[in-house]
Nanobody
């Protein structure tokens, strides 16, 4: 079993920055992909950014490109999401996700069997 624990959410103002972290524990076998998704009230869960452990390859949603940066800590199975120039439309619950297979579709929720509980990010205007 794999457990994911997010931290770093909060209430910020438009234009501010915020850093989210996610630590994985348990049986993280294989060469994982770890990713961030978000879900705003009344909307579906959407891909934000992902990183592949084997080669550090990164993938971003269009909404995140140029503003968000995903990174990994090689000493442990953890990732961060540095978010800058935050907008009210970034308000959502942010979820960390993990899968053990390194290849395949990055953006589909169904590709990730392991999820954290989520951390709330609220951006006020």
């Amino acid at each position: 079993q794999v457990h994911l624990l997010e931290s770093g959410g909060g209430l910020v103002q438009t234009g501010d920055s915020l850093r989210l972290s996610c630590a994985a524990s348990g049986r993280t076998v294989g060469s994982p992909v770890m990713a961030w998704f978000r879900q705003a009230p009344g909307k579906g869960r959407e891909f934000v950014a992902g990183i592949r452990w084997s080669d550090g390859n990164r993938n971003y949603a269009d909404s995140a490109k140029g503003r968000f940066t995903i990174s990994k800590d090689s000493a442990k199975i953890s990732i961060d999401l540095q978010m800058t120039s935050l907008k009210p439309e970034d308000t959502a619950t942010y979820y960390c996700a993990l899968r053990s297979t390194p290849f395949g579709n990055w953006v589909e929720v169904r590709m990730y069997p392991y999820w954290g509980q989520g951390t709330q990010v609220t951006v006020s205007s």
